[in-house]
């Protein structure tokens, strides 16, 4: 027989779900920032491959452009060879992954011997926010940090207050597009908020509120669970 010594410290591993626009990119560069887990955005991970002109940047273009999804075979991949890095040993902050069954399928298997999904938030905001949030989105060309025009804008509009890149919109941040992506959303991807909840890892959160109050909601959803304790760097929750 053989036996199989329990881990000391699991890794962690979040997935954040809900709608584009709904704050998850913010939420994880903010959760990053306090916890030092890795974030992982499939997004973030294909505009980089696309800046770099390399093969799967180009065909991933082809799809993000229609507001589709890429096809699971390179994403689910790409996504493997991300959590292999040793950064991830600790567990890692899932962005925008899965984003069907298919890639919740693979994800199950990547971790099988890591101990699985412990969170699914669900940041939870209406349709008419998304649009709102999306078409005054900006990104810096350089680091990837998120502002928004209106409800998070730059000291100097255009630029980042971090690097002093430039902000883009997103070509796929146009209305036609965003319309496109929350089809995509509701139809391949709301289904796996029934999945996690069935799992027992789900956790909805207001995502309405200011992103300072949405992040400590998250926060405190880690600690009331004891997963906190699991983190490399420990998070003080207060203050
Ligand atoms: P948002 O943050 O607004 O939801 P993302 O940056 O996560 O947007 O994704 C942008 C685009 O990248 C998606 O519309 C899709 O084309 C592609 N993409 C991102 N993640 C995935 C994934 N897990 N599977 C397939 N395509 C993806
Ligand atoms: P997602 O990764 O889910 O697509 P983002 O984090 O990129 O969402 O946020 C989308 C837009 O909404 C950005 O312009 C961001 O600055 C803005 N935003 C994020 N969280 C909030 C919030 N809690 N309140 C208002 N605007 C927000």
């Given at each position: 027989m053989k036996f199989t010594r329990p881990m000391a410290n699991p890794p962690l591993f979040l997935v954040f779900l809900g709608p584009p626009g709904s704050g998850k990119g913010t939420q994880a560069r903010l959760l990053h920032e306090r916890i030092g887990l890795p974030h992982v955005s499939t997004g973030d991970l294909f505009r980089h491959h696309l800046k770099n002109n390399t093969p799967l940047g180009l065909l991933a273009r082809q799809y993000m452009d229609r507001g589709e999804l890429v096809p699971d075979g390179v994403t689910v991949d790409m996504v493997a060879d991300r959590l292999a890095q040793s950064d991830a040993a600790c567990g890692a902050i899932l962005d925008?992954?899965?984003?069907?069954l298919a890639q919740v399928v693979a994800l199950e298997a990547m971790l099988a011997d890591r101990g699985g999904v412990s969170l699914a938030p669900l940041f939870a905001v209406s349709d008419e926010e998304v649009m709102r949030r999306i078409t005054g989105r900006r990104t810096c060309r350089l680091c990837g940090a998120i502002y928004h025009i209106e409800f998070n804008p730059p000291k100097q509009p255009g630029v980042c207050d971090a690097d002093g890149g430039e902000l883009y919109q997103r070509d796929d941040d146009r209305p036609e597009t965003v319309e496109k992506r929350l089809y995509v959303y509701y139809k391949q991807t709301a289904p796996l908020i029934g999945y996690y909840f069935a799992k027992g890892v789900l956790a909805e959160i207001d995502g309405t509120q200011p992103p300072e109050a949405v992040q400590a909601a998250l926060l405190q959803v880690l600690t009331d669970r004891g997963l906190l304790a699991r983190m490399p760097v420990p998070a003080a929750v207060t203050g």
């Open positions: 925008g992954f899965p984003r069907n």
